[in-house]
């Protein structure tokens, strides 16, 4: 027991000095003397805010880096803009531009259309497979040009 506190008062006794050296050695290694530390620590401690963080007061001042006159005209430029508040498809469809040849479309929907047994589907009827042996006549009519 004796063995601990004698080294626990030599380790306080070795920071002790360590602290009181530093100290001397801060004081005086700066060009200035301990009256303008002090004179600048006494301002520092009754300066305004000096302990909010920055933004916690509210948004710092605005200052623009671009130019007024620049922005005034692009915001006017913008302001009579045709359709500019208006999304895409509120004042109807787009126009429609068909990619395909009109002529073979319309063939293709007309044998669609008159295909027999173009309602019927495979699970239309119980366990069958429709097979249809009919012609389309369309299709027919075509081939027969």
């Known amino acids: 027991m004796k ?11 070795a920071f002790a000095v360590l602290a009181v050296t530093t100290t001397a050695q801060a004081q005086q ?3 200035r003397s301990r009256a303008e530390v002090e004179a600048e620590a006494v301002a520092a401690a009754h ?3 000096q302990n909010v963080t920055r933004g916690s007061r509210g948004a710092d001042p605005f200052v623009s880096s671009a130019d007024a006159e620049a922005m005034y ?3 006017v430029d913008t302001a009579h803009a045709p359709n500019q508040n208006v999304t895409r498809g509120s004042r109807g469809p787009d126009p429609f531009t068909s990619q395909r040849d009109p002529a073979q479309v319309y063939q293709e929907a007309m044998a669609t259309a008159a295909a027999p047994d173009q309602n019927v589907t495979s699970g239309s009827r119980v ?6 042996t009919m012609q389309n006549p369309v299709v027919q009519s075509a081939q027969g040009k």
């Open 3 to 13: 063995t601990s506190q004698l080294a626990l008062s030599t380790v306080c006794a």
């Open 29 to 31: 290694s700066g060009s």
């Open 47 to 49: 300066a305004p805010n």
């Open 73 to 75: 005209k692009q915001a």
């Open 127 to 132: 366990n069958s497979k429709v097979v249809s």
